[in-house]
Each structure stands twice: as C-alpha cells, then as structure tokens.
C-alpha cells in the first residue's frame, strides 16, 4: 500500500467512557471504558479491519469516529480538522462524506419507506434542490451499481431477502459518494455465501469510488481479505495494529496468536498440524478490567509486571505496533 496517500481520518487517545449506575442507593456509579486510548489513520482508499471479541469496544469506537456518540476525551481529526471544534452546520456537511452500514440489513430500514425513498433520503436532506426525477435517476443508477433491479424501486424492505436488504444499506451510504465508511459488522447476519458476495461488492465500490473503509469483525478470514491494515482490540484497548499480511504471517501479541489460531484453514492436513492457542476463561467485565494490561488474565506469559503497568504500544520493524511487555523477549 502507497503510505504517501492522503490521511482521511486521524484518531488520537479516543476514549469512551459511560457512567453506569450502581442500582444501589448511596453507591457510586461505575465507569465503564468502552474504548479507552485508541489511535490510528485511515489514508485515502484504505480498509482499516478492527477485530476483537465481542464486547472489546469495536462498534463503539465507529460510533465515536462519526461522532453518533460523543467521546470522553481524545481528538478525531477529518482532513485535519477536528471534528469536535466544527460548528453544527460544518459538522452536517462533513456527514455527507462519512457513512455507515449497521449490522442488521433489515432492522436498519424503515419498514414504512419503499427502497427508493430509502436509498433516497440522503439526496433529500444534503442535496435539497434536486427535483424528484434527478433523485429518482440518482437512486435507480445506484440500485444497478449494487445489485438491486432498478424496477424494485417501489418495493418495501419485508420483501426482500437479507442479503438484498444488506445491498440497500449500501446503496443508501453510498448515494451521496461518501470519502469513507464504517461497516459495523456489516456481513455478520449473513449467510456465508452471501457474505462473499456483499465483501466483494464493497471491494468493487471502493476501487471505483476511491472509498476508505472501517470494516469492524468478529470474523478474521473476512477481515483478512477486506482489508489493508488490521486493528487488534480488547477491552477497549489497542493490543496490536499492522500491515494485514504481517500480522497474518507472525502476530505479536498473545491476544492476535490466539484469534488468529482459531481461523480454520481449509486444508485438513494444515489445519491438522497447526499451532492452536487456546483462550482460558471470559472476557473480564469493561466495569472492572484487570490492573495493568487488560489481556493479563488470560495471558500465557503474564508476569508480575503485567498486573503492575499497563503497556504501552510501541513500534516493531517500523511498520507495525503492539502493547506488551514481553514482545521483545
């Protein structure tokens, strides 16, 4: 990947924390880190893959990014502008240029709007002066760019298939010709053949469009295939970022050797002899993280060191970063 392309988005110290009640009378809230310290760049036309467990911080750090959640602390930069210092009206322009594709095809569509008032809503409120016809035009032509019939224009969401539905969230981001967009588990609910197809498709619309992606997963093979860089995260925490091909060749740290050791490969006989390592108990409670290094306790290698610092991220053969005291040894 060319490193000398333009940076798009620039994420520094991102925290989200949420105040959680205690149920308890006189009893102080807890705070729940929900991500907690996360940097990172996307560049123009980059796929930016965040993997980690369930529960690790992921959709709320692509909430965070398009500002549908505001941070604690930290600063999200779009062209070097931070978002957080942009008045109301320059914050609504900017929107046009950041997108998101949610987890559930159907739940995301408004069951009461047809497709084509779906896909057109954005054009409506960005772009007011449109007539009806240039709208209409605008939606058919991206309905054939994803795959929809422009003839089921007048169609509503219940008869499509999940599949399709997931087709018209994308024809939706992608009508006003956005710069870069958050996909937020977006092939999760899917059956796997379909989500082969949905990856391509958003691989095709990013090389005809020049799209930067946010391709948020549980699910390393797809991660693996999508995207340029891969984030590594846990409890709110950045564990390891690098080059997609690096951290598939030789991980760094413990968590990235363990998610990646559960990826099945196709050969049985690879599959057979390859190393497995295997995670011990459940993610900890984001109300009440290990001391120092959040992975600790479920760590192989922790030492007491590791229940004493929290560590910090440091770089690796220049091209990659990882949090953790032992990577060296």
Known sequence: MNTSQEVLLDVKDLKVHFSIPSG???????????????????????TLGVV????????????AVLRLLKPTDGQVAWFGKEMGDMKSEELRNVRSDLQVIFQDPLASLDPRMTIGQIIGEPLITHYPKLS???????????????????????????EFSGGQCQRIGIARAMILEPKLIVCDEAVSALDVSIQAQIVNLLMGLQKEFGLSLIFISHNLSIVR?????????????????AD?????????????????SAVPIPDPEIERNKEHVALKGDLPSPLNPPSGCVFRTR???????????????????????????????
């Open 24 to 46: 308890q009378l006189f009893k102080k809230p807890g705070l729940l880190k929900a991500v907690d310290g996360v940097s990172f760049q996307v560049k123009a036309g980059e």
């Open 52 to 63: 980690g467990e369930s529960g690790c911080g992921k959709s709320t750090l692509g909430r």
């Open 132 to 158: 009806k016809a240039e709208v209409k035009e605008k939606v058919k032509a991206m309905m054939a760019k994803v795959g929809l019939l422009p003839d089921q224009v007048n169609r509503y969401p219940h």
């Open 225 to 241: 295939h999508i995207s340029h860089r891969i984030m590594v995260l846990y409890l709110g925490r950045m564990m390891e970022v």
């Open 244 to 260: 997609r091909d690096a951290i598939y060749a030789k991980p760094l740290h413990p968590y990235t050797k363990a998610l990646i």
């Open 299 to 329: 760590c192989p290698f922790a030492k007491d060191i590791c229940a004493a610092e929290v560590p910090a991220l440091k770089s690796y053969a220049g091209d990659r970063e990882a949090a953790c005291h032992f990577i060296e040894e």
